[in-house]
């Protein structure tokens, strides 16, 4: 078994050379909009991308300019806590958080919202125990958004987005007590 940070390290390799394929971003891009063809009304996080990640802004942000009812979401980070959610518009005034992500000011104008929806992003994913797990950076502000939301009994989808071959098996990798599963997977 591979420890965890060569792990994340060889899924983060991975990922930058099928990121390179347009028909493979082209596929992801496909089941991102049929996903979300599917959503009336929502209030959907989404997450600015790094380091590779499938970038859902555009295809999020035609999705949201169909309805009013519609509404973007971008997490705002403090350090060791859980992350909250502010909404976003094309065009808003972002900061750099703490990792250098451009993230919505939270203001008397742009209030914090509870999403309906989490996309997250995966570096890698496992399918286990009859459940689909994210693989992410190892800093777990998601499982930690996750579990603080759960427990308040916020009812919420987390939707994971990644490359099919990006699948760790289970011999090589396994979920912790803290890993929050998640409830679909969007893959190409």
Same mark, same amino acid.
């Given at each position: 078994? *591979?420890?965890?940070?060569?792990?994340?390290?060889?899924?983060? !390799? *991975?990922?930058?050379?099928?990121?390179?394929?347009?028909?493979?971003?082209?596929?992801?891009?496909?089941?991102?909009?049929?996903?979300?063809?599917?959503?009336?009304?929502?209030?959907?996080?989404?997450?600015?991308?790094?380091?590779?990640?499938?970038?859902?802004?555009?295809?999020?942000?035609?999705?949201?300019? *169909?309805?009013?009812?519609?509404?973007?979401?971008?997490?705002?980070?403090?350090?060791?806590?859980?992350?909250?959610?502010?909404?976003?518009?094309?065009?808003?005034?972002?900061?750099?958080?703490?990792?250098?992500?451009?993230?919505?000011?939270?203001?008397? !104008?742009? *209030?914090?919202?509870?999403?309906?929806?989490?996309?997250?992003?995966?570096?890698?994913?496992?399918?286990?125990?009859?459940?689909?797990?994210?693989?992410?950076?190892?800093?777990?502000?998601?499982?930690?958004?996750?579990?603080?939301?759960?427990?308040?009994?916020?009812?919420?989808?987390?939707?994971?987005?990644?490359?099919?071959?990006?699948?760790?098996? !289970?011999?090589?990798?396994?979920?912790?007590?803290?890993?929050?599963?998640?409830? !679909?997977?969007?893959?190409?």
């Amino acid at each position: 078994m *591979k420890t965890l940070n060569t792990l994340r390290q060889h899924l983060l !390799e *991975k990922r930058l050379r099928l990121n390179g394929d347009l028909r493979l971003r082209e596929r992801l891009e496909e089941g991102f909009i049929q996903y979300l063809e599917k959503i009336d009304n929502a209030t959907l996080a989404i997450y600015w991308p790094i380091n590779s990640e499938f970038d859902p802004r555009p295809i999020a942000l035609n999705w949201a300019r *169909k309805s009013n009812l519609r509404k973007l979401a971008l997490p705002v980070v403090k350090i060791g806590e859980p992350l909250s959610f502010a909404e976003w518009h094309d065009g808003d005034t972002l900061t750099k958080g703490p990792q250098g992500i451009p993230e919505p000011i939270v203001n008397n !104008e742009n *209030k914090q919202i509870l999403p309906d929806i989490i996309l997250l992003p995966c570096l890698g994913w496992s399918q286990q125990y009859g459940q689909v797990w994210r693989i992410g950076y190892g800093g777990g502000y998601y499982d930690r958004t996750l579990a603080a939301l759960k427990s308040n009994n916020h009812l919420l989808k987390t939707v994971g987005i990644s490359f099919q071959s990006l699948e760790v098996a !289970e011999d090589a990798w396994r979920p912790q007590s803290h890993d929050q599963a998640l409830d !679909e997977l969007i893959c190409a």
